[in-house]
């Protein structure tokens, strides 16, 4: 039962980040350089998964799994509560540095700024929840597991600034 509210929970998170208003945002990571691919592949992504990129943008990702899932594995349903409450008590203060918040479930996500498309592989040796801050220049940073609201507005700020992210 408490797996089920857990997953509520983040549902929750993810209708409330996904129905508000895009505005620009960033995704953060704990190196400076992330996986950028552009290939012809492209082309059989289906629209609903890629993440328009209008400016700075951080897009939360977690796995896939069904709702049984969490409950087999209680520090992946604690990780999950966590990176839910704190990105929702970011979002505010994300957003109104100028940032877009996304999140997506799954080991990769589909980036695209104008006519320019990538793609962004989670490193398979790493955690399974993280955050991908991204702008229409081209720039990527990875943060890799679960963050506190505190660090992931600082890291906004630094990605915003420099177009890179120093580890905390």
């Not at 059989?44 to 890629?50: G, I, L, N, Q």
């Not at 709702?67 to 999950?80: R, S």
């Not at 203060?93 to 989670?122: H, P």
């Not at 955690?127 to 220049?137: H, K, R, S, W």
């Amino acid at each position: 039962m408490r797996s089920l509210l857990r997953i509520g929970a983040l549902c929750g998170t993810i209708c409330a980040v996904a129905c508000k208003p895009a505005v620009p945002g960033v995704t953060v990571s704990d190196t400076a350089s992330a996986a950028v691919t552009v290939d012809s592949g492209f082309t059989t992504v289906p629209e609903s998964v890629w993440v328009a990129l209008a400016g700075p943008t951080i897009i939360g990702f977690y796995p896939v799994g069904s709702n049984e899932e969490p409950g087999d594995d209680e520090g992946l349903a604690t990780a999950l509560d966590d990176f839910s409450s704190h990105l929702s008590a970011a979002r505010d203060s994300l957003m109104a540095a100028g940032f877009t918040v996304q999140l997506r479930a799954g080991d990769t996500l589909w980036l695209r700024a104008g006519n320019v498309r990538s793609r962004f592989v989670r490193a398979l040796d790493s955690a399974t929840v993280g955050y991908v801050f991204a702008d229409t220049l081209g720039r990527r940073a990875v943060v890799y597991g679960v963050r506190s609201y505190l660090d992931l507005v600082a890291y906004a700020h630094e990605f915003k600034r420099t177009g890179m992210l120093q580890p905390h």
